[in-house]
Nanobody
Framework: QVQLVESGGGLVQAGGSLRLSCAASGRTFSRYTMAWFRQAPGKEREFVAV???????DYADSVNGRFTISGDNAKNTVYLQMNSLKPEDTAVYYCAAGTFVVVRTRPREYDYWGQGTQVTVSS
């Protein structure tokens, strides 16, 4: 069992930056693939970024070049650095963990989820 707790969301102006954190507890964090998803009101949950426990990374086209995912196994934490934020990035951001080693981008493939953190970008 893995527990995930996100933090770092908030209100920011367009062009600004935020760093989200996801603290994991429970089973061995370093053996999980970790991802960030987001869900805006009235929309489906969508993939944002993923990092496997062997270091492979992938990003949604909409955030590639602006967002960076990273992990700290010593702290059992994964981060999402978000730069050049746009109003369309406004959503609840969720951290997810999966017991596989490859890059996967569909929400249903992930086993554990955090409660989410709100990110609001004003224009």
């Amino acid at each position: 069992q893995v527990q995930l707790v996100e933090s770092g969301g908030g209100l920011v102006q367009a062009g600004g930056s935020l760093r989200l954190s996801c603290a994991a507890s429970g089973r061995t964090f370093s053996r999980y693939t970790m991802a960030w998803f987001r869900q805006a009101p009235g929309k489906e949950r969508e993939f944002v970024a993923v990092i496997t426990w062997i270091g492979d990374k992938d990003y949604a086209d909409s955030v590639n070049g602006r967002f960076t995912i990273s992990g700290d196994n010593a702290k059992n934490t994964v981060y999402l650095q978000m730069n050049s934020l746009k109003p369309e990035d406004t959503a609840v951001y969720y951290c997810a963990a999966g017991t596989f080693v490859v890059v996967r981008t569909r929400p249903r493939e992930y086993d554990y989820w955090g409660q989410g953190t709100q990110v609001t970008v004003s224009s």
